[in-house]
């Protein structure tokens, strides 16, 4: 189970950081990610956390957006600071699989919303 | 960048009726290509990855093929759980989603 949390309203320019618990697996084994999805669009990748430590970001967060764990909590971080009215979207995490047929995403939460509006 | 385009946006069928849809890439992306089935309100859900596989526990119905930058989903006969939006997305080159397939009732 992926559980997000940690979304809301926030003004532009503001700062949020998303948490995702993970149960039934773990967090330190795995690579994980964030993927968005605004009002009534598409799905757009944000960044990913290799187990290994290496990360990468999406052009539209990088400088913006720090994606981290902690692996004694078994949760994924999102911390998003310098926030706009465009990052106002469905955020959720996934677990990236193992299967050995490359890095898709095997299991997904159910998101948390965040608001960038003044 | 990889764009990854489906087509049609929205398609309208009917329950047992065989639905395609097609997702192009802008570059060859091999077979590393996924499809999720989107709820809504509901997270995306994992159907087939390397363009063939389908994900355990997924009905039989689903099926994917193609390679290098054409590639379909199909559902051989439309089932009452099966209205939803479809993504594809390749992996090969980090991560990018198609717009979506949202497939409704006729």
């Known amino acids: 189970q992926l559980v997000e949390s940690g979304g809301g309203l926030v003004h532009p320019g503001g700062s949020l950081r998303l948490s995702c618990a993970a149960s039934g697996f773990t967090v330190s084994n795995n690579y994980m990610t964030w993927v968005r999805q605004a009002p009534g669009k598409g799905l757009e990748w944000v960044s990913i956390?290799?187990?290994?430590?290496?990360?990468y970001y999406a052009d539209s967060v990088k400088g913006r957006f720090t994606i981290s764990k902690d692996n004694s909590k078994n949760t994924l971080y999102l911390q998003m600071s310098s926030l706009r009215a465009e990052d106002t979207a469905v955020y959720y995490c996934a677990r990236g699989s193992l299967a050995g047929s490359g890095n898709y995403f095997d299991f997904w939460g159910q998101g948390t919303l965040v608001t960038v509006s003044s | 960048d990889i764009q990854m385009t489906q087509s049609p946006s929205t398609l309208s069928a009917s329950v047992g009726d065989r639905v395609t849809i097609t997702c192009r890439a802008s570059?060859?992306?091999?077979?590393?290509l996924a499809w999720y089935q989107q709820i809504p309100g509901e997270a995306p859900k994992l159907l087939i990855y390397k363009a063939s596989t389908l994900e355990t526990g997924v009905p039989s119905r689903f099926s994917g093929s193609g390679s290098g930058t054409e590639f379909t989903l199909t559902i051989s006969s439309l089932q009452p759980d099966d209205f939803a939006t479809y993504y594809c997305?390749?992996?090969?080159?980090?991560?990018?989603f198609g717009q979506g397939t949202k497939v409704e009732m006729k």
């Open positions: 997305q390749q992996y090969n080159t980090y991560w990018t």
């Open positions: 956390l290799y187990s290994g430590g290496d990360t």
């Open positions: 570059q060859s992306i091999s077979s590393w």
